[in-house]
């Protein structure tokens, strides 16, 4: 008989969670299709038969989540439940089915909050991503290709505060990732929004990407970024960050040297490669404050900005409200201009 003490942790860690871990399925209206039409059959070109003005309810994707607080809270990432216009319902694991609604959606992190109206549920624990290790031994569970609930798998933690750009969602664009977990867990899309455990069966953080054509490499959102989203639901109802309403490039030796700018750290006021971006967006705080395209950003409150910690991490620390201190280069001029914040909506 095998030896199963060696995964005793894993299977402890499983049978505890698993109650906890839900589908997320993706529903929307679409136009119905009454079957093919005769020149189809001939023709692979051939528009399908439509039914003017019906439409079906259709599945169209599916994902994973994880509840934390009893009376149906449940955490998922942002691009699972991104499209507004259609229905999400959680299957929890004894399979009942629960209409959802998103009650806020992070602006800068990829996380949601859902409600089921339910009570006495199952909940994870929350750990600490803070204290992740490198090698530290990690489980995900979750809806694997939105087919096979309840998936399991088995790795280490391979990096930590990594940044990546990744098409999340609509796939309009990419959205850059600061700070995620780096994994060796198997993450497909249908496990995005699941936990990834310790071997204590404390969340530590909530899996959301992974790179195609790439063996073992996947990315996990720290669960200390859902911690405070979660209080805010709490409190006001909704998430709530602070806005400054303006695009920057982090500065780099690199940067420094494409740009020919005076300093390889900072963060550089500029629009992006789109037709209609703004480099400071009108009447945004930003703009109140006087900041202005190619303006270098080099201290937020007396505290230099480098790529470890860019403007968007000393931001998501201040308060909606607060009113911060921004030491700007400009041409030869270095100029501290005030700037209170607003909340993103």
């Not at 023709?43 to 439509?50: C, G, H, L, S, T």
């Not at 992974?210 to 959102?221: K, T």
């Not at 920057?248 to 963060?267: H, I, N």
């Not at 500029?270 to 705080?285: E, F, L």
């Amino acid at each position: 008989m095998a030896n199963h003490e060696y995964d005793k942790p894993i299977i402890e860690v499983v049978k505890r969670a698993s109650p906890a871990v839900v589908s997320i399925v993706i529903t929307k209206y679409l136009p119905k299709v009454r079957g093919l039409s005769p020149a189809s059959l001939f023709n692979p070109f051939a528009i399908e038969d439509v039914d003017d003005g019906a439409k079906q309810k259709t599945k169209v994707g599916g994902g994973s989540g994880f509840i934390v607080k009893s009376d149906g809270l449940v955490l998922t990432n942002k691009h699972v439940v991104f499209d507004t216009d259609a229905e999400y319902t959680v299957i929890t694991s004894d399979e009942k089915e629960h209409p959802a609604k998103v009650l806020s959606r992070d602006p800068v992190n990829d996380i949601a909050v859902l409600k089921i109206e339910a009570k006495d549920l199952p909940i994870l624990e929350l750990g600490n991503s803070g204290q992740l290790q490198l090698g530290q031994t990690v489980v995900a569970i979750g809806n694997a290709l939105g087919l096979f609930s309840n998936s399991v798998s088995k790795g280490i933690i391979s990096g930590l505060a990594r940044s990546i750009s990744a098409a999340l969602g609509s796939g309009e664009h990419a959205e850059e990732l600061r700070g995620v977990v780096q994994t060796d867990v198997a993450i497909n899309q249908g496990n995005s929004g699941g936990p990834l455990l310790d071997l204590e069966g404390r969340v530590v953080a909530i899996n959301t990407a992974v790179i195609f054509g790439a063996q073992n490499i996947g990315f996990s959102i720290p669960i200390n970024w859902a911690k405070q989203d979660l209080e805010d639901i709490i409190k006001h109802g909704r998430i709530i960050k602070p806005y400054i309403g303006l695009m920057y490039v982090t500065l780099s030796k690199d940067a420094k040297e494409k740009y020919s700018l005076p300093v390889d750290y900072g963060a550089l006021v500029m629009r992006d490669h789109r037709p209609a971006s703004q480099a400071v967006i009108p009447h945004s705080p930003a703009a109140k404050a006087g900041l202005k395209e190619n303006d270098i950003i080099t201290e937020v409150n007396g505290k230099a900005l480098n790529e470890k910690g860019n403007l968007t991490d000393a931001l998501q620390k201040c308060k909606v409200g607060e009113e911060v201190t921004l030491t700007v280069m400009r041409g030869e001029k270095t100029l501290k201009l005030p700037v209170v914040l607003q909340e993103r909506t």
